[in-house]
């Protein structure tokens, strides 16, 4: 992926492009790579970074939602194990199987959600990951050396997929391109343009970089914006009633220490009815997450203390050391572009479904979901779109469509892993200059050959870029990005021709977005 290339095909196209979708994080792309492996002509514009939005701030589970069978939303969950099963297919080498225990204090937990287990295994069907069952206490402390054994009775196992947000983006975004698809990022649509009928068939745009403005036709436009998604149906019709109601959810980030063992921690309700999980993550431990209505989106929201609060709170009850505000790595939190429900009530209870509406104009918006059933929301909305835009039809292929970076045995690329069938490429640049084997920072595993990459091969544009999303840096010890940020903006101003002006800046801007991921 190339910028400067992708800009090119912008300017030189002389047709309207089959779709234009509005919006980088995982349902704008999964449309891009659903369209555009469909054979149509796509452009995708994001306003910041591919992910810089809700996308690379989830919990980092492919999962069915053990939640959602509590609420007995049977149908979310079936498509959702089943899209699961996919993602494990389509991308091994970044979602894998991961471990749950269920910790048990009382007496009726081990058969009720021992019961609950088997069902969520039942529905998952040819899909299902490893078999639920139940644990006894002492089986329950092998697998997680410190939970609190004060009180503990045993324990129920279960399997889910993980995997790793920002990556998973990238490499779909990759993916798109490959199919021939343009993307873009930096570049945020600012209207749409209307036909002399009132129907949407282009959008206006503003390259951040450069300041230039862009006007591309389109037959059809769709709206994936997360939680702005009402702004862009305000540009369709100002009058238009809001229907996201964006939640926050604050993670926390601890050494893994504080989670021996390598299975994961599920605690299906806490004092406040919300599920809370403890997840070893690369090398460190993940623990989230909150539910919190927020007024107005952002793209850099920050965690409020309550939230920190109540994290700390329940994450010592059940790990034998208590962890403190000193022990965070990271803070982080994402906004969930929930639909509906009434203007005060409580953001938890409301629908994780996706939502599909086309406007009197023709704007297709898709929002709501979730990470996991990305590509089903992208099969709905091309079938929508197809019709709208009286595109000939063609089939989905994104069922079994390997996803960039496929590779059976990526454990074989050691700690190159998450690249997958692009390792030995990335080690080959590594080994190609010896400062570009350099780590970026003493207690970060990425190396200097890596931002190089994430600059050549993968769009970054900035530090945000490479620290954030390339690497992950920011989400698993925000301190030491920060002190990274000024060898990352180096090695950046050479690959992107930038001068010494732009990497002070780079080096300021960073540091103030990384304040905001460190507790004080
Ligand atoms: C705390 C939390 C935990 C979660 N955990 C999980 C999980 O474990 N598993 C799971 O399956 N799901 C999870 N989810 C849900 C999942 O992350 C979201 O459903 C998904 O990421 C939403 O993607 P999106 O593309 O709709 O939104 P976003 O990722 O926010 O993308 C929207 C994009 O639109 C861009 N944009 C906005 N306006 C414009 C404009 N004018 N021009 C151009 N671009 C624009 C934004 O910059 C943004 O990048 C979680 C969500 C949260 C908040």
């Not at 970044?94 to 269920?102: A, G, Q, R, S, T």
Request: net charge negative.
């Amino acid at each position: 992926m190339n910028r400067t290339s992708m800009l090119r095909s912008v300017a030189d196209a002389q047709d309207p492009w089959d779709f234009v979708v509005i919006g980088g994080g995982a349902t704008g792309v999964g449309v891009a790579v659903d369209a555009a492996s469909r054979g149509y002509r796509v452009l995708l514009l994001e306003q910041s970074d591919f992910g810089k939005g809700t996308s690379s701030r989830s919990t980092k589970l492919v999962h069915g939602g053990v939640r959602y069978l509590q609420q007995g939303n049977i149908p979310l969950v079936m498509d959702a194990l089943r899209e699961r099963g996919r993602m494990r297919r389509n991308a091994p080498h970044l979602v894998h199987d991961l471990e749950f225990v269920v910790p048990n204090y009382s007496w009726w937990e081990a058969p009720f959600y021992g019961i609950g287990m088997k069902v969520y295994d039942a529905l998952a069907g040819k899909y299902g990951f490893g078999s639920s069952h139940n644990l006894s206490r002492e089986e329950t402390v092998e697998r997680l050396p410190t939970i609190e054994t004060d009180g503990l009775r045993g324990g129920v196992v279960y399997h889910d997929g993980q995997f790793d947000d920002a990556r998973l983006l990238l490499d779909l975004a990759r993916t798109a391109a490959g199919q021939g698809a343009t993307l873009l990022n930096y570049c945020r649509v600012t209207a749409l343009e209307k036909d002399g009928e009132g129907y949407v068939c282009g959008v206006h745009a503003v390259d951040e970089e450069e300041g230039t403005k862009l006007s591309v036709s389109a037959r059809v436009v769709v709206n994936a914006t997360g939680v702005f998604t009402d702004d862009i149906r305000r540009m369709d019709d100002p009058a238009v009633k809001g229907m996201i109601r964006p939640s926050q959810g604050v993670h926390l980030v601890l050494p893994r220490r504080f989670l021996g063992g390598t299975s994961a921690i599920m605690v299906p309700h806490t004092d406040d009815g919300r599920v809370l999980f403890a997840i070893p993550w690369h090398e460190v431990v993940v623990v989230g997450t909150t539910d919190t209505p927020v007024e107005e989106p952002d793209l850099e929201p920050l965690p409020l203390a309550e939230e920190v609060d109540f994290l700390l709170t329940h994450a010592a009850r059940y790990l034998t050391e208590d962890p403190g505000p000193s022990d965070v790595l990271s803070c982080f939190a994402g906004l969930r572009p929930l639909v509906g429900g009434e203007e005060d009530g409580d953001t938890s209870s409301l629908s994780r479904d996706h939502t599909l509406q086309v406007s009197s104009s023709g704007l297709l918006t898709l929002t709501g979901g979730k990470w996991t059933t990305y590509r089903k929301m992208a099969e709905d909305a091309v079938d929508h779109g197809i019709v709208l835009g009286g595109l000939e039809p063609q089939e989905c292929v994104t069922q079994e469509l390997n996803i960039h970076g496929f590779h059976s045995h990526p454990e074989r690329f050691g700690e190159l892993r998450f690249f997958g069938s692009d390792a030995p490429a990335v080690e080959a640049l590594i080994r190609s200059v010896p400062t570009y084997g350099d780590r970026i920072h003493p207690r970060l595993r990425p190396r200097i050959g890596e931002a190089v990459w994430a600059a050549r091969e993968e769009m970054a544009r900035t530090v945000d870029d490479v620290l954030a999303r390339r690497t992950r840096s920011l989400v698993l010890d925000a301190r030491a990005a920060a002190e990274a940020a000024p060898a990352v903006a180096k090695v950046l101003a050479a690959e992107l021709d930038r001068d010494g002006g732009w990497i002070e800046a780079q080096i300021e801007s960073f540091s103030r977005i990384a304040e905001g991921y460190v507790l004080r």
